[in-house]
């Protein structure tokens, strides 16, 4: 029997029919609070996200910088875990979402959880892949086994370091290749390096599979640039500031809708 096609690979397949890039938004799930982050996955469908990141919040988020950060402090607050950010997933599939979900998670929560639990989770929560940023490659064969026995994505992060050490992560890359815009924490720049389109390059020539490029980028006039050159692109600082900034209209029933447009504004103008 054929195993079922995974949700992100159809996704991708038909962007490269018709030509278009991935808009690839990251939330905190939790943030402000987790009925509010099912209606803003709804928005985010919504506004033409291709792919949507799901952050667990973490306590010590050694990749994020302040604004991912603070999200994980106010989500944290609430006692958010790894299966309440699974039962959004959920809360929002049941409410129509369509949208493929990559759970981005530090290592800790998954041994916490256990790796057969928490395969059996992600596949019981209709999760096409995940982001581990703190688990390299060579301590990834366990995980990968799991992964692919689910038919869930282990997407790989990829620096702009040696050829050799890029072909080594790319060559057991599942889903799309994630590549770090600029060496660092997550958060909104106002330019990058300029060696950042040929270190893309590089990666693409060493895989079939996509390629996303995140950390970063914040403006629509960043994300028409890489999608020149790339699969997919990741927006996250700049998406969690936009929510950030709505807390005051969303936390009043009277302003939510204003404050969940106002999102859906802000993602769509990403779209290209």
Do not use: W
């Not at 959920?90 to 530090?106: D, H, I, Q, S």
């Not at 041994?111 to 490659?137: A, K, N, R, W, Y």
């Not at 020149?228 to 936390?251: H, K």
């Amino acid at each position: 029997m054929s195993i079922r096609l995974n949700r992100m690979d159809e996704a991708f397949q038909t962007l490269q029919m018709s030509g278009k890039t991935a808009l690839i938004p990251f939330i905190t799930v939790g943030d402000p609070d987790l009925s509010t982050t099912v209606e803003v996955i709804i928005e985010l469908e919504k506004a033409g996200a291709d792919v949507i990141e799901l952050g667990v919040p973490y306590s010590d988020p050694l990749a994020d910088g302040p604004v991912i950060q603070r999200a994980s402090e106010r989500a944290l607050k609430q006692q958010v875990t790894i299966r309440t950010c699974l039962e959004t997933a959920k809360r929002a599939r049941e409410a129509g979402v369509k949208l493929p979900f990559v759970l981005f998670t530090y290592y800790n929560p998954v041994l916490q959880t256990g790796l057969e639990t928490f395969f059996d989770l992600l596949v019981e929560h209709d999760i096409s892949g995940m982001i581990i940023p703190d688990l390299p490659i060579e301590e990834s064969a366990q995980i990968r086994e799991y992964a692919d026995r689910a038919n869930i994505h282990l997407i790989p992060l990829v620096a702009p370091t040696s050829k050799e050490r890029i072909k080594k992560i790319v060559s057991s890359a599942r889903g799309f290749i994630y590549c770090v815009s600029s060496l660092g924490v997550t958060g909104e720049r106002a330019a990058f390096h300029q060696k950042v389109d040929e270190f893309i390059t590089t990666v693409k020539s060493y895989t079939t599979l996509p390629v996303a490029v995140g950390f970063g980028i914040s403006s629509r006039e960043q994300v028409e640039h890489f999608s020149e050159i790339c699969d997919g692109v990741i927006v996250g600082s700049a998406i969690v500031r936009e929510i950030e900034n709505t807390i005051p209209l969303l936390s009043n029933p009277d302003t939510k809708e204003k404050g969940l447009l106002q999102i859906r504004q802000f993602v769509a103008q990403l779209k290209v």
